[in-house]
């Protein structure tokens, strides 16, 4: 076999053996996410308000925000506004619970790694949506 057929059948069966682990895997990970939509158990993600996470809050820090989504400011970029104020959030359309409309009178609880910018605008990268009430 030369060379290049060599690389093919390699490339190919390394393609395929990804593909099987990532698909049916339920096991224990060493990744760091927030729990799986399902999960009701207790948590030591801390649920915060936007003011506070704004002032306190530390680079690739997990937390659970509750509040509407006020506004799309465009891509996967929108604005959560609770009690005490709006901080921006990234929320890739996947993470989005699937079969529900929200809009700006939904209420939400977002859960995330908090991107904290010495200059320019801090956000939340969301790892998952719950819609609380409507």
Known sequence: MNRVN????????????????AQGYN???TTTVAPANNYTG???????????????????QYAILTGKLVRHTGGKHYILADTSGEVPVE????????????DANTTVELAGKFD???FGTSK???KQVKVVSK
């Open 27 to 29: 096991g224990p990970s």
């Open 42 to 60: 207790p948590s030591t993600v801390p649920s915060m308000t936007a003011k506070q996470l704004l002032a306190n809050g530390t680079d690739k």
């Open 124 to 126: 939340l990268e969301v």
């Open 116 to 118: 904290k910018e010495r």
């Open 6 to 21: 060599k690389l093919i059948v390699i490339s190919v069966l390394a393609a395929s053996s990804t593909a099987v682990f």
């Open 91 to 102: 929320i890739s359309p996947k993470r989005f619970p699937t079969n529900q409309t929200i």
